[in-house]
């Protein structure tokens, strides 16, 4: 067979095999449901829970990049601290060893029939929940056929002297043995691949045990590269979470480089006793080494959170999104001081709404990449305390409650719903204002000028409507109502300096989109600001 149809072959097998896992992954993501946000940010409240919901996490995903991923984007909008993400990596790290166990159970002359028997599924049945185990028995089969046609593509390499040179070096030099594996994994973004490739190299003869198990070490702080990646431009506790991926890796590989030979004889005993094949040898080496290394690792969690946090400096910027002062006893005990601390909530829900709009006026403003951080974990903790609260109050709602307390209770479900679209409308208005950097929309110094004016009048309506109903001051309320009306007149006035600026020319049709867009969110969160004034009046 010619260099071509060699190369074409592994290469063809190699993207057969990533093909496979995406699919797979996939499959078993919709077949367990799209709940694994929820399980990492309910199930990490210790480090324990961290690493069993890490592990659960990844072998759905089948990716542990995925996982840190994930975890990375959680701990970004402030749903996950440091100290949990680390217990999450840990377990990442553990169940991406399924892959290299199912590699290891050889049944890959079956990959055909397999990969069959999904695509029935996938096209005779109707039915969602088979089309997903289709999917899930298809990317299976996709992963053994890959896996044939990668070896097939490397059989000659046994011929190669050069080959032959580099795995003896390997042996000889552990270090180097590192360093091919850690290159390939990021070259391939796939850690699961590169232990795939390496269990074929070695289950054909083509590497002994001591040239191996390097790679093997390698693979593992390859596949910290994508987290890395996935880091950049992201809050400060975001890369530290990052950050922790490579350390861990970094002082496993070390410690596991130190004990080489002990741990290499190891691996031999536990081949010869189970009699394990080539491919399930490699799969055991990645197990023993993963789980060796949280157990070593685990206590140390604290500091390795210290350590990275000394690495990489400055304010962690999460926002506290859960819920503080709901507790369900109070609701059985008395429903009316079960209200009350619904009231707290709603009012720390509200103090983020407010600077929710504060930061995405700075972020107007300034077009800030730190403002621009903090919106969506605004937005995130506002809908998150949406859930609860309302939660909350509808369980209230079932006890007697007195005309007063129904009255307040009347009150915080609309203050809550008001809230969360106040929300939504800044959401909005980030959007925008990143449609206007990523295209390069400019506004004239006036219509900026405008905006600010604006910008500043809705968050001291806002501030002043939530002054109201914590105080329950009518006054104050009706205040509100005053500067809406301000509000309002503003909005008409920039529509029409806007199209006088259009007519003009000095402003462009897109820019005027993007500008009238942001005068209409910012004209709605007055309305929204009256509407919990008026529950304060009582209109």
Known sequence: MDLQALLFMFFGGLGIFLFGIKYLGD?????????LRDLLDRFTTNPIMGVLAGIFVTILLQTSTGTTVLTIGLVNAGFMTLKQAIGVIIGANIGTT????????????????????????????????????????????????????????????????????????????????????????????????????????????????????????????????????????????????????????????????????????????????????????????????????????????????????????????????????????????????ALGQGKKEVMRMADLTEKGIQEVSLYFKTQGKKHRELV?????????????????????????????????????MNTVRDLERIGDHMENIMELVEYQITNKVTFSESAIADLDEMFELTVSTLRQAIKALDLDEIEEARSVLEKEEKIDKMERDLRKKHIIRVNENKCTGTAGIVYVDIVSNLERVGDHAVNIAEEVIGE
């Open 27 to 35: 499959g078993l993501q919709k077949v367990a449901g799209d709940g």
């Open 376 to 412: 969506p974990q605004y937005e995130n903790a506002i809908n998150n305390l949406d859930n609860k609260i309302t939660d909350y109050l509808v369980q209230v709602s079932s006890h007697s409650l007195s005309g007063q307390d129904s009255k307040v209770h009347h009150t915080l």
């Open 98 to 337: 399924v892959t290299a166990f199912i590699i290891g159970i050889k049944i890959s002359t079956y990959a055909l029939p397999i990969m069959a028997v999904g695509t029935f599924f996938i096209f005779f049945f109707k039915n969602h929940k088979i089309n997903n185990y289709g999917q899930v028995i298809f990317g299976f089969g996709s992963l053994f056929l890959g896996l044939n046609l990668m070896g097939d593509g490397l059989k000659p390499l046994r011929d190669v002297q050069a080959f032959a040179d580099l795995t003896v070096s390997m042996s000889e030099n552990p270090l180097l043995g590192v360093l091919i594996g850690t290159l390939f994994t990021v070259a391939v973004q796939s850690s699961s691949a590169a232990i795939g490739l390496l269990q074929t190299l070695f289950g054909q003869g083509l590497m002994d045990l001591d040239a191996a198990l390097p790679v093997l070490f390698g693979d593992n702080i390859g596949t910290t590269i994508t987290a890395v990646l996935a880091s950049i431009g992201a809050s400060i506790a975001a890369r530290r979470a990052a950050l922790t991926h490579v350390i861990f890796n970094l002082v496993g590989t070390t410690i596991v480089l130190i004990v080489l030979r002990p741990f290499t004889t190891l691996i031999e005993y536990i081949r010869d006793s189970l009699g394990l094949n080539p491919e399930m040898t490699i799969a055991f080496a990645h197990g023993i080494f993963n789980v060796s290394n949280a157990i070593i690792q685990l206590p140390f969690i604290a500091v390795l959170a210290w350590i990275v946090v000394k690495l990489i400096p400055g304010q962690d910027t999460a926002i506290p999104y859960k819920a503080v002062h709901l507790d369900e006893k109070f609701i059985r005990k008395s429903p009316a001081i």
